[in-house]
């Protein structure tokens, strides 16, 4: 038997009212069958119903249609016999004129086939699709924020007036932006209960809240077109509360929705209200908290010189930091023959550090173009891929896309393209045969700052990774006390612009680092960008304003202290001070982390790129943050300061009867 799949639904039963299937397949509805079921059905009913009353006499078996004639005509076809016999049935009696029949054309000596009488459907209504613009896209700019913002203004004017959202003249309230939902149960990785159970009692809170929601429109209250709730809005708002109550409550939660759904059963419009207002009123307060405003203040409780003294307690083990990519020793002499040899069997292929392409390099350039590297163009993703939210339900189904273009994984090669392949070197040796690492030197240098913020922005060359900036402030002041551009050993293949901030432009305004200030600067313009020779010398101005017991603080100090070859025994590392729940090799990044701690925004300039002074007082701030956390703990353990010294919490004495026997002894023999 076949699968009907509803098609008959729109079809009057030929058995209304008097069919005793249990699961018919024709439609049993009242509106349907009044205009076709007043009565017994007659001999000229229609020309779909060819059976007359004289052939059912009262019998209980199904119609059929009628013959119509044992023999065709030799010199017409089936249908134009078939168009005969109707107009001679609709000549004995004529019949009440149907909607089907009403459309039907008039005939002609053109003999049409029988589908051709049938009313035919309109297509359905389809939704316009809306086409959202990403506002701050960098390739629509402001003409894609003006299509956006028109967007939505047609989308509300094609409401109803009755779902039109007050106007900021008679309320403050923003526009609601809702995502149209069905009327089903979310998915939860724990359910308390079946399916079923949640859908009964979603449908029944859901119920209350239309009733309540429409008690409130008849009211002639004049706020209440800013409290009314669409369709849509009143489905989110029982998934939102369902949703709560399996999560929070999960043990009782069949006790803790019937108790909301008997409260709101009982409920009077007037309390509905209050409770729409509430609801309303924290909306506007969420909304305006998300707004950006004043930072979060750092008060550590401590002063500066205090807070110095307490940041070595902070700096990481030496034992673990290879774990996290750090390089603590120096390579040996043979080990830095063997990947000399090494380097030398590969001829220069290396990997794109981009889209993972085998390419070469030519460091003195190809003899043929003089091109720097092989492979054409580079085409690649920017931005890492990330997986969509779960709990949202736009993107239950999506799979991992990539935050700069939002494509999915797999689908494309990439979203932008560079001239070039990259590459990058995290071998320790192959590091050291461009530049040997170097430890921090001794120093008697006086006037030092306490403990430094440093760090490095990278770009590449035909020797890997190399530095191209360094930036150091003074902790815990954020003073500035060293930002040069670095001019790097081999020939640049990308700046890495719109992570380092570096631009070509830097380096054709910058000035030697020795040139005085007066010739750094023109008369009304801000002091040029110093820049150095070689990423030593760099290393060397570093180098005079630390020593071996200064704290270096950053974020990620691996990247910085192998792009500048250092070796130093006191890292504070803020990645390491905030460590992810999952472990390695996942991170916290910097941006996360000041807006979570300190609720300041950073690396805001887009494709312009980092700013490392800015990077280097971010990583500055969040120590800070962990040195206030300290002192806390400290002073909860006994802790005690005084003129700039800690010191720590008194021994107690140990009661005599609990002192060991060797120590009751030697009380004996000194009281003997």
């Known amino acids: 038997m076949f699968s009907p799949l509803g098609l008959f639904k729109q079809t009057p039963c030929?058995?209304?009212?008097?069919?005793?299937?249990?699961?018919?397949?024709?439609?049993?509805?009242?509106?349907?069958?009044?205009?076709?079921?007043?009565?017994?059905?007659?001999?000229?009913?229609?020309?779909?119903?060819?059976?007359?009353?004289?052939?059912?006499?009262g019998s209980d078996v199904p119609r059929k249609r009628r013959r119509i004639g044992n023999t065709v005509d030799e010199s017409g076809s089936p249908a134009v016999k078939a168009v005969a016999v109707r107009a001679s049935l609709s000549s004995e009696s004529p019949p009440a004129v149907s909607k089907a029949s009403a459309?039907?054309?008039?005939?002609?000596?053109?003999?049409?086939?029988?589908?051709?009488?049938?009313?035919?459907?309109?297509?359905?209504?389809?939704?316009?699709?809306?086409?959202?613009?990403?506002?701050?896209?960098?390739?629509?700019?402001?003409?894609?924020?003006?299509?956006?913002?028109?967007?939505?203004?047609?989308?509300?004017?094609?409401?109803?007036k009755t779902t039109q959202l007050p106007t900021a003249k008679k309320s403050p309230l923003p526009k609601r932006k809702t995502v149209e939902e069905s009327l089903n149960p979310r998915m939860l990785p724990n359910p308390p209960v079946s399916h079923p159970i949640r859908m009964k009692l979603l449908t029944m809170l859901h119920e209350q809240m239309t009733r309540l929601n429409a008690e409130l429109m008849q009211s002639e209250d004049a706020s209440k077109a800013a409290l009314k709730l669409s369709d849509a809005e009143i489905i989110l708002e029982a998934l939102d509360e369902e949703v709560q109550m399996a999560k929070r409550n999960p043990r009782v939660y069949q006790n803790v929705i019937k108790s909301r759904i008997m409260v709101l059963r009982k409920m009077k419009v007037d309390v509905w209200k209050q409770e729409r207002i509430k609801k309303v009123a924290s909306k506007v307060l969420s909304q305006e908290q998300k707004k950006p405003g004043a930072p979060k203040p750092i008060d550590t409780g401590l002063t500066s010189a205090e807070e110095v003294a307490l940041v070595p307690r902070l700096a990481a083990h030496q034992e673990g930091l290879k774990e996290h990519g750090y390089i603590v020793t120096k390579a040996t002499d043979a080990e830095l023959e063997a990947a000399r040899r090494g380097l030398e069997s590969s001829h220069g292929w290396e990997q794109c550090d981009r889209c993972t392409t085998r390419f070469q390099v030519f460091p003195s350039r190809r003899t043929e173009d003089g091109a720097l590297t092989s492979g054409g163009k580079c085409t690649y993703h920017?931005?890492?891929?990330?997986?969509?939210?779960?709990?949202?339900?736009?993107?239950?189904?999506?799979?991992?896309?990539?935050?700069?273009?939002?494509?999915?994984?797999?689908?494309?090669?990439?979203?932008?393209?560079?001239?070039?392949?990259?590459?990058?070197?995290?071998?320790?040796?192959?590091?050291?045969?461009?530049?040997?690492?170097?430890?921090?030197?001794?120093?008697?240098?006086?006037?030092?700052?306490?403990?430094?913020?440093?760090?490095?922005?990278?770009?590449?060359?035909?020797?890997?990774?190399?530095?191209?900036?360094?930036?150091?402030?003074?902790?815990?002041?954020?003073?500035?006390?060293?930002?040069?551009l670095v001019r790097p050993l081999g020939e640049v293949l990308d700046l890495n612009s719109r992570f380092s901030g570096v631009w070509p432009d830097d380096y054709t305004n910058a000035v030697s680092y020795n040139c005085g200030v007066s010739q750094r600067a023109k008369a009304g313009d801000a002091p040029a960008v110093q820049i150095v020779d070689s990423p030593a010398k760099a290393r060397e101005l570093l180098f005079e304003l630390i020593t071996l017991e200064t704290p270096l603080i950053g974020h990620a100090l691996e990247n910085d202290l192998n792009a500048a070859r250092i070796l130093h025994p006191v890292i504070v590392d803020s990645c390491?001070?905030?460590?992810?729940?999952?472990?390695?090799?996942?991170?916290?990044?910097?941006?996360?982390?000041?807006?979570?701690?300190?609720?300041?925004?950073?690396?805001?300039?887009?494709?312009?790129?980092?700013?490392s002074k800015e990077d280097a007082r971010a990583a500055g701030d969040l120590v800070r943050v962990q040195i206030g956390q300290l002192w806390q703990r400290m002073k909860g353990e006994g802790w005690t300061k005084s003129d700039g010294e800690f010191y720590p919490p008194l021994p107690q004495e140990i009661p005599p009867n609990r002192a060991s026997a060797d120590q009751q002894e030697q009380r004996r023999k000194q009281s003997a």
């Open 14 to 57: 030929p058995e209304y009212p008097h069919c005793s299937l249990t699961n018919c397949l024709f439609a049993h509805d009242e509106s349907l069958n009044s205009k076709q079921y007043n009565g017994p059905p007659t001999k000229s009913a229609s020309a779909h119903n060819l059976e007359d009353k004289e052939d059912l006499n």
């Open 103 to 160: 459309k039907q054309p008039p005939a002609s000596d053109t003999v049409l086939p029988s589908t051709a009488s049938r009313p035919i459907s309109p297509p359905p209504l389809r939704a316009a699709k809306a086409s959202y613009v990403r506002p701050n896209s960098p390739q629509n700019g402001n003409r894609a924020r003006e299509k956006s913002e028109q967007t939505w203004k047609d989308e509300d004017k094609s409401l109803p």
């Open 382 to 484: 920017w931005a890492k891929p990330r997986r969509p939210n779960p709990t949202m339900s736009e993107n239950k189904n999506r799979d991992m896309a990539y935050a700069c273009c939002d494509q999915s994984v797999g689908v494309s090669s990439g979203c932008t393209q560079a001239h070039s392949h990259v590459f990058k070197i995290s071998d320790p040796k192959r590091l050291a045969m461009v530049m040997p690492f170097e430890r921090t030197p001794t120093s008697n240098r006086e006037n030092l700052p306490g403990a430094v913020c440093f760090d490095c922005e990278m770009g590449y060359t035909t020797m890997g990774m190399e530095l191209i900036r360094l930036t150091a402030t003074a902790w815990p002041d954020g003073r500035e006390v060293l930002d040069v």
């Open 576 to 611: 390491l001070l905030f460590p992810h729940p999952r472990g390695l090799p996942l991170r916290f990044g910097l941006k996360m982390l000041m807006k979570k701690h300190l609720d300041r925004e950073i690396q805001m300039g887009g494709a312009q790129g980092h700013d």
